[in-house]
């Protein structure tokens, strides 16, 4: 930056060459240190001193130009210098508004709402900091909008304390062109206590869980009294386990009741997954088969929805956990990532209230039973589930290069879910592809668990499931959550999009076709050649439509080659 004169009159130049030293701090004269004072003054310097001194001779400095005409207001308005770079560093100069918005901008939603979505983008794209109370996550506050609204519709917003409307009305005032005088009067005080409260970390409504099971009576006595033990079973040491008739003499004993209805609670115990046999080979029996209790399980150390106990409260509704799963999720997307969801913030989201109530949700999953959900809900729960530990995994354990720390992390990373243990590969795998094989495997997958996985497969597969699961990755499809009612829509239109963004590239010239790896890797799910290429042309726009028309057709000649592309695995953040 220099100064020139002209005819006695200052001027300042746009021009700001970098300094090969910048940032570099000095201290006004006067307040430099001898190197021999250094070592024996390092820590009696007055900070507040020098900050003041700095201060001082920085606004005398700005005061000389000033009185010389050198700098104006106008002049720094006027000046397009906004940023500039030096080697290592980025600089960027922001003016400070006279007319700072000194209130609270809050509106409440739901999540999946087309209306509440509009808001959201809008207040983003103009810079407004906002606070949402999503009613789907926070059920309490909806009593809260009807008192101050009358309806439970959504959304409403709110300017301070003062209720302004919905879409419609923001839509009038932007259009009006009378939004930004608007919000400056109705924003200029600051937040009062009459306003929406905005939404705390870490407390819980009360009256949020269910009550304890009524097992848990029986669950505790055999906690105390069970000769739990290590045992040689099948030439296999099993560990922490006990018999069937041990069970049985406990219950007899402390219940004062016959050997059947004993037999009747260690069935019921085994259905709600307080018990299961050490190898999954029947529910329970009487006699000298050996159990264990859910949280002596070899695998309960890698599930990361188990936090030290078993959650003893009596499970919910399968179809109710679905509903919650769908509805936190979706209100963490909306929050959380870009509007198109191909970038998510997982640090925020790390730090978020949503996530805290998703991860007590996650333990509810403990005993759930999974039987109660229909073909569709079932197939909507597990795409939901995989999507949402995938982000957990990402927060947990992040994700590292190389081929086998990525296998580790499809592996290891694991929850316990209606009393057996799911990891990403077991869901994908198992459950939603119904057990095919990946491409680079020889064998297919093992389903632990018995007949209880088997009846969770999926028999009539959909190819389509492959766009709705997100790795977490630049090359997976976006994320997304689904609904039982839409799912089969759901995953068409996320086929579609996933094509859009670049699953598939076609150069006609050269007769090929380039497609995302996930159809190489999943080859079993998907045809063959040109039937593959048939089949695409389903879910991509009409212009690459088109293009594999012509390829395809019988005027087009030769054969077309397809070409896998590069996965990007660098993390959608």
Known sequence: MKETSNNGQYSLEKTLPPHPHLPKLEPPRGTRVSSEEATHQSFTVDMMKLIRQSRNAISKRISILHENGAVSKKDLDESDVSEFEISGVKVFAKLKSEEEIRGRITFFSRSNCRDSTAVRSFLRERGFDFSEINIDVYAHRE???????????VPQIFFNEKHFGGLMALNWLRNSGEFDRRIKELLAEKCCGDAPAPVMYGFDEEG?????????????????KLPIKDRLMKMKIVKNCFSGAEVVEILIHHLDCGRKQAVEIGKKLAKK??????FGENDFEDGTHYYRLLEHEPF??????????????????????????????????ESYSSDDHSRVDYMRISQSEEFRRYLNLAQDLQRLNLLELSTNEKLAFFLN???????????????????????????DFQYVVGGYSYSLNSIRNNIIRGGHRQS?????????????????????????????????????????FFTPQGVE????????????????????????VHLSRIIKWYKEDFSEGKKLLKWIMSYVDANKAGLLTHLLGEDGGGSVHIVYQDYDWSINS
């Open 300 to 333: 309960i150390s890698n599930c990361y929805n188990f936090r030290g106990s078993t959650n003893d409260m009596e499970p919910q509704d399968a179809v109710m956990v679905g509903q919650k799963l769908f509805k936190i999720m979706t209100a963490i997307l």
């Open 273 to 278: 997954h307080f018990i299961h046999h050490v």
């Open 143 to 153: 009593r809260e909008l009807v008192e101050r609204t009358g309806s439970s519709q």
């Open 440 to 480: 680079y495997a020889f064998i297919k997958p093992f389903m632990r668990g018995g007949n209880t996985h088997h009846k969770l497969g999926h028999s009539k597969f959909n190819p389509l499931v492959n766009f709705g699961l997100c790795d977490g990755t630049k090359s997976s499809p976006v994320v997304r």
């Open 385 to 411: 589930l995989y999507n949402a530990m995938v982000i957990h995994a990402l927060i947990r354990i992040g994700r590292s290069d190389g081929m086998i720390a990525r296998r580790s992390f499809f592996t």
């Open 208 to 224: 949020g869980g269910g009550g304890v099971d009524e097992m848990m009576s029986f669950v505790r006595v055999l906690r105390q």
């Open 489 to 512: 829509a759901e995953l068409k239109q996320a086929a579609r999009e996933f094509f859009r963004n670049g699953g598939i590239d076609v150069v006609l010239d050269k007769r090929v």
